[in-house]
């Protein structure tokens, strides 16, 4: 007999109950396993356990975009998989590849079709082979669409179903609490056929929100998952999913309508035959972020956006202590649930994560040395009007130029160690191919394009960057080595797991960021120490508890441990995974 608990029609009218109260949830029960399972196609008969089998120690993410790559003459998506198969094969087994569908703006985010490959890029056999190789990132940018493309047109034009796609309001409603990353006007005045209509843009003019109210938008979307998985797609990166839901008067993120939709993907994805991965990406602090786990029935798995300003700043201030504070504050992830950890990635280093974790002064002084680097600031607007640094602008690599006190000589010992800790914790780790590359900051840019963003999205022309990275005395090759090495190293290691156990270390000392990991069997620990600082640090061996009849090695550098030794000493920037399984 049929358990109706594992069952998926039970669950998904109660949620669809919760998104809509007023329509028919056995009717759009029904709409919704066609939309996601067309044509009579086979689904599970229970639903995924939750376990820790989706992920291993082996997983690790490049982020980057179609064309970060190019040369003039070939389609950057086969540049784009010949780089991943030269210089990575072994190394990262899966790729995040930035919006790849034809757009107007925002570098990919103001999609105009959501069924087709941007040509400029190349096409659908392109992604298919690269997901061949790789475990596939996809995004689906479900906020919004481009005001140039199919959807709004038709919308302007009064065509259903498009006419009730997007979000009105009037200039007369209250929108003093609308919550937003951008300065822009937050409606758009535009003349449809039956006259002025006013609609919501969270980011730009160009870039149109839906109107999840209707459930035609909601089923357009799983209709478009399906074609993603269809594409070898494993993993489904929901784009600003926090402002889905809209309601005037109200801040407009984090409703729960927005998190009743996402259990729905989270559902259709447990009954799914394919391994699907939902990853929710939302810019805020930290207990809004942590909610997208819901109780273990929402995103699979959540960026750690607190990491970037918190690793930045410690490495900047040589003192781990707002880092370590953080850290043994958080929560393991859920059971079958993840973090994704960080530091760089498209966007901009998000200030708003660090909001109640980093005073007021010490988030200046990263503000000042990011500028200092070259870098760039971006702001929004608050409620009462006032703006407020949104986001610091540059590369990762150039950011660990110099600290709060200047220059000195540890600029890439600073990025490597950085990078290190991001492969320390527990999750799954994820580098942008500009910290892979030890990519510079782009003023040209900058200028050429008109965004602070494009300082850290640099396109590499191809014979050039294999030129840098083929020649051992270049920044680029030694990013790559170093982080390559450490990689490989790691993903040997089970207690380097992404839901392997984790405690934050107090080694006496703020200077060294330890923690401790341990394999799900319990059979593998491993001390991982960081010293953020320009300076030798020595720390007593008895903060780490070794075992002593156990034998202990230094996995990055082979050195063999004394776990009677009074001290242990951290060269400047030096980090050490202290194993019991050499």
Known sequence: MKDPARSIGPKMARLLEQIYPELDSAVLSSMVIDAFWPEGMNRRQRGRVRGNGLWSQKDALLITYGNSIIDGAHKPLDLLSDFLGTYLDGTLNSVHILPFFPYTSDDG????????????????????????????????????????GEWFNAYRQGQAPYDKFFFEASPEDDLRDVVRPR???LLREVEVSGGIKHVWCTFSHDQIDLDFRNPEVLLEFLRIIRLHVDNGVQTIRLDAVAFLWKEVGSPS???PQTHAVIKLMRLLCDFATEKIILLTETNV????NLSYFGTGDEAHAIYNFPLPP??????MSGNAQYLRQWQRGMPPAPMGCAYLNFTASHDGIGMRPAEGLLPEDEKQKIIETVK???GLVSMRTMP???ESPYELNTTFYDAMSRTFEGLDAYHHARFICSQTIVMSLEGIPAFYIHAMTGTGNDHDGVEKRGMNRA?????WDYPSLRKLLDDPETRHAQALSDLSERLKIRQKQAAFHPNATQFTVNMGDERIFGIWRQSLDRHQSIFALHNVSNTEVSVPSAALNLIEDQHWVDLLSGATIDASAAELTVAPYQCMWISNQP
């Open 372 to 374: 200092d680097v070259g």
């Open 253 to 255: 993120i984090h409703l």
């Open 384 to 386: 009462d009007g006032t």
């Open 455 to 459: 300082i850290n999205r640099h396109r």
């Open 310 to 315: 918190l690793i930045l700043h410690a490495m």
């Open 285 to 288: 602090p930290k207990a809004e």
């Open 109 to 148: 985010f103001a999609v105009s079709d959501f069924r087709n490959v941007n040509p400029q890029l190349g096409d659908w056999a392109d992604i298919n082979r690269i997901a061949n190789d790789f475990t596939l990132m996809s995004d689906l940018v479900l906020n919004h669409v481009s005001s140039q």
């Open 183 to 185: 300065t822009t006007p």
